[in-house]
């Protein structure tokens, strides 16, 4: 999670849509590349989801660090949806009773 929060730092400080700094889009994109990548063995299919809109064929540890992405991106997409304070509170619930389950 710190290197994804370090990549919000980056984006936020730099403001790319203020002066179309290309650069930092470069380094967030392939920061987003190699963040799907860390996270397909936990969230397999959202980090295809990710790959596919970034149109990277990379798909194995290997490539992480690799700044080869080709072409352009795909047309973005909502791939999480937020979730509201009520959701949470609850999937906190639902949580509570399985762990109450187990420690039964």
């Keep these: ?8 730092k980056y984006f936020q400080e ?11 889009l470069f380094v967030c994109i ?4 190699d963040l799907a990548l860390l996270l397909q ?15 990277c064929d990379e798909r194995n540890f290997e ?3 690799k700044f080869n992405l080709k072409g352009e991106i795909n047309k973005p997409y909502i791939i999480f949806n937020k979730l509201e304070d009520k959701d949470i509170e609850q999937l906190k619930n639902v949580t509570s009773k399985f762990n109450k389950f187990f420690e039964d």
């Design 1 to 8: 999670m710190k290197f994804s929060d370090s990549g919000n």
């Design 14 to 24: 730099k403001e790319p849509w203020k002066n179309n700094d290309k650069e930092t």
């Design 30 to 33: 392939n920061m987003c590349k």
């Design 41 to 55: 063995p936990f969230i397999p299919n959202s980090s295809d989801k990710i790959l596919k809109l970034l149109n």
């Design 63 to 65: 490539d992480l660090n």
